[in-house]
């Protein structure tokens, strides 16, 4: 069956992402900059990169490598266009959920509301794999709300369909699993969302 994400517009998810129900591509944004500013990479990886939200944040001068994968190649196709000015872009269409990718590792993987949609099974090794020695993984993470269903509603109907492949991820696993793969959470943030929803983001160096 085809990846959900594939019939879902870049315009219908960042307008559903924008809207004022939703509020979480700013927050998103906001937490790849607390993610760069923690570690001031040399390079970095974005799983689920989607359109590039947060690229605005990377400085060309310290981060010379810029690695993004997504599921979509009009999002990768998308993000191309608008980042042409970051020379070091690399950009490659892989279903995470399918197939570890395998690529010079990075000092920043950033893995933000990726392993809802594709899985901690191959998602999560291949985040692992991309970690450069002395290098972090950050993962924003979406926390339970008793208010709403995990994918809100709102105006963009083709968002409806994403909700049977969404499963919100437990931090406290995550945390374990990854301290048992040696990373240790060294840095943690939160950002609220509309209707009782938040992100939390654990950045884990390797041990
Ligand atoms: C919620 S968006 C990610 C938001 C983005 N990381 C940010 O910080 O703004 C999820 C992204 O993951 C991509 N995605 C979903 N499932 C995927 C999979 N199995 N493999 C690769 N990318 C996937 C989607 O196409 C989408 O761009």
Request: hydrophobic residues 45%; contains cysteine.
């Amino acid at each position: 069956m085809a990846n959900p994400w594939l019939g879902v517009s870049l315009a219908d998810y960042e307008g559903h992402m924008n809207s004022a129900e939703v509020q979480q591509l700013g927050a998103l944004s906001d937490l790849f900059a607390e993610a760069l500013a923690f570690r001031y990479p040399e390079s970095v990886a974005i799983l689920g990169i989607a359109g590039g939200n947060g690229l605005d944040h990377i400085d060309a001068s310290v981060t010379k490598r810029v690695v993004g994968l997504d599921v979509n190649p009009r999002y990768l196709e998308a993000a191309r266009q608008r980042y042409s000015r970051l020379s070091g872009l690399e950009l490659y269409c892989a279903d995470l959920a399918k197939t570890v990718v395998h690529l010079p590792p990075v000092q920043l993987v950033h893995a933000a509301l990726v392993f809802e949609h594709a899985g901690v099974g191959l998602c999560l090794e291949s985040a692992l794999s991309l970690v450069a020695p002395g290098g972090v993984l950050s993962a924003v993470v979406q926390l339970p709300s008793e208010l709403e269903e995990p994918v809100s509603p709102s105006r963009f109907h083709s968002m409806r369909n994403l909700k049977p492949d969404f499963s919100l991820i437990d931090r406290a696993w995550l945390c374990n699993t990854l301290a048992g793969r040696g990373f240790r959470r060294a840095y943690q943030a939160r950002r609220s969302l509309p209707a009782g929803k938040g992100f939390w983001m654990g950045i884990f160096a390797q041990v």
